[in-house]
T-cell receptor, first 116, second 116 residues
Framework: AQSVTQLGSHVSVSEGALVLLRCNYS??????LFWYVQYPNQGLQLLLK??????LVKGINGFEAEFKKSETSFHLTKPSAHMSDAAEYFC??????????????FGSGTRLQVQP | KAGVTQTPRYLIKTRGQQVTLSCSPI?????VSWYQQTPGQGLQFLFE???????NKGNFPGRFSGRQFSNSRSEMNVSTLELGDSALYLC???????????????FGNGTRLTVT
């Protein structure tokens, strides 16, 4: 079974600064990776998903993620943080379960704080 | 297009009672998945339904059950509630079963259940 690890439960950046949220997956097979964002009192919104063969995946709201197979990483970045980016971010992978079917498995999340 | 609708938004129940949560997927979506979100365990997969059949199930006790109707609407039931069942329950829909690897999930805003 695959799993995802998100390094850093809390990340704080200044408005206008680079955002870097880390995600590593554990698997030797091509992963099916996603990034979701959750704003307070809301559900999860899809930011982007990995496409086989791509190294840089562009998502909504100016976010993008770089897939590095050699590092088994799928880090999320945004060049310039905005106050509205403050939220919790989840990396997820389509994991093979004991049932033999796949389900989305989420990392523990990273709460992004944006300072004015 | 309306998003995933979950009702009710908030519920307060007493230990030992049972509860039913409802989810209406995005129009045209036939797959519905349920997740439990808690501060301690994070996001955990409960089960997935497609065409009124349970396709996949997470590692939860039998007190947690669900069903899907012919119009793709889904309900989740928890019997004999325990304090530890207090959580945000999220429903997500997709066009095809979650087992289709690259199929993204679209989440509702959740039902917050508090068990006292």
């Amino acid at each position: 079974a695959q799993s995802v690890t998100q390094l850093g439960s809390h990340v704080s950046v200044s408005e206008g600064a680079l955002v870097l949220l880390r995600c590593n997956y554990s698997s030797s097979v091509p992963p099916y990776l996603f990034w979701y964002v959750q704003y307070p009192n809301q559900g999860l919104q899809l930011l982007l998903k990995y496409t086989t063969g791509a190294t840089l995946v562009k998502g909504i709201n100016g976010f993008e993620a770089e897939f590095k197979k050699s590092e088994t990483s799928f880090h999320l970045t945004k060049p310039s943080a905005h106050m509205s980016d403050a939220a919790e971010y989840f990396c997820a992978v389509r994991d093979l379960m004991d049932t033999g079917r796949r389900a989305l498995t989420f990392g523990s999340g990273t709460r992004l704080q944006v300072q004015p | 297009k309306a998003g995933v609708t979950q009702t009710p938004r908030y519920l307060i129940k007493t230990r030992g009672q049972q509860v039913t949560l409802s989810c209406s997927p995005i129009s045209g979506h036939r797959s519905v998945s349920w997740y439990q979100q808690t501060p301690g365990q994070g996001l955990q997969f409960l089960f997935e339904y497609f065409s009124e059949t349970q396709r996949n199930k997470g590692n939860f006790p039998g007190r947690f059950s669900g069903r899907q109707f012919s119009n793709s609407r889904s309900e989740m039931n928890v019997s004999t509630l325990e304090l530890g069942d207090s959580a945000l329950y999220l429903c997500a829909s997709s066009l095809v079963p979650e087992s289709s690897y690259n199929s993204p999930l679209h989440f509702g805003n959740g039902t917050r259940l508090t068990v006292t």
